[in-house]
């Protein structure tokens, strides 16, 4: 371990060859050759000098719930663990709630659903930090967050400028936005805002959730709906300190609605949902059709209730897992002609 200084204060501890086993919510074993996190917004400029020593060789981290490392980190692992949410502004329709990036997404959902801020209540229970959640537009339920996203706050890796980005800038998409492409690598995320209703406007569209509801005795509130979503996540979903994973392996492909014409015919009962002119497919069906589901070698596995979700049982490696999802990849595109791209981040 040792001092990064600035100004001769120390603001930054470096750790080397340090384990990422608890970092990562498929518990790899693998290290970062070093590491450091920052949990003041004081501490930035001290970081960019820092990221210029490494040539590009840096990887930022929140809750590591998106990630699958299949082998050390040769360079520097930066936790984001800035903490805080804030009401920023407010009128009579909205209340303006700003996370700083290190927040766990949860908790920051959870202090909107307490206070009834309408719009994110769908996404309770998600891993994470509230700074990646825009990186991919994280989404649950009918509900993404470029539905209540205001903007962010970034610095640029390059430049050292501090700018906003507001919902034009972004380019959000299903699981998808700019800093995911065009903009991936040159900004860090240092704090996220959202619009939220004051007179909530529910979305109880998911087809679990009213039955939920009903199961549950409650009317449809804000706090309702983020407990039926709760339940519903606890019911099919690994809990990654239980058995490790990362959520959904792969995206739900996208494709024309001829293919989906095509595929219909084959498989009259395959789900499907409407996506802009395009046809979404759930990749977790076609998983279990080929026969993957509850699949497991060594500690390496497909989830026995959710076929999207690659599990590590204990000791499987990045290796592994990686393996067993190019095996997937080629029995979904063998009997479907349908091509999974992960949504992980493999390193
Ligand atoms: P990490 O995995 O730490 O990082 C993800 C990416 O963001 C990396 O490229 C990283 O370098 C980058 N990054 C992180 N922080 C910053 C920052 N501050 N600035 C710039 N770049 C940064 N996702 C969904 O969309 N919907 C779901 O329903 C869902 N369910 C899940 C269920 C489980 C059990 C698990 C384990 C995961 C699930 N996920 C889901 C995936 C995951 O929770 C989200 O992708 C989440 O946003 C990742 O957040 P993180 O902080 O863990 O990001
Ligand atoms: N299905 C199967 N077998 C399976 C899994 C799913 O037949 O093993 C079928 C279901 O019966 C249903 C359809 O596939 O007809 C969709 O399943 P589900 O509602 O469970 O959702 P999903 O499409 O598998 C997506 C997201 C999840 C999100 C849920 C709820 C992606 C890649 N995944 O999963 O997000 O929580 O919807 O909205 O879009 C994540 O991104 O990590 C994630 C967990």
Redesign the pocket.
Known sequence: MYLCFMDSNPVITIHQNFSLRQYNTFGMQVNAREYTEISEESQIPALLRLIGRYDGKVLFLGGGSNMLFTQDFNGLVVRIATKGIEIVDQDDEFVYVRGMAGETWDDFVQYCVLRNFGGLENLSLIPGNVGSCPIQN?????VEVKDTFYMLDAVSLRTGEFREFFPDECAFGY?SSAFKHELKGQYLILSVTFRLRKHPVLNTS?GSIPAELESLGEEPTVRSVAKAVTNI?RS??PDPQEIGN???F???PVVSNQQFNELRTAYPDI?AYAADNLTKL????M??QCGW?GYREGDAGVHA?????LVNYGTATGSQIYTLAIQIIESVRSKFGVILEP?VNII
């Not at 759930?282 to 069906?285: F, I, K, T």
């Not at 209730?305 to 979700?309: F, I, N, W």
């Open positions: 994280i989404g649950a339920y009918g699981r998911y996540r099919k979903l990362a959520g959904s792969f995206k739900n789900p759930a990749a977790g069906w998983i279990e589901k209730r959710q076929a999207l979700v949504e």
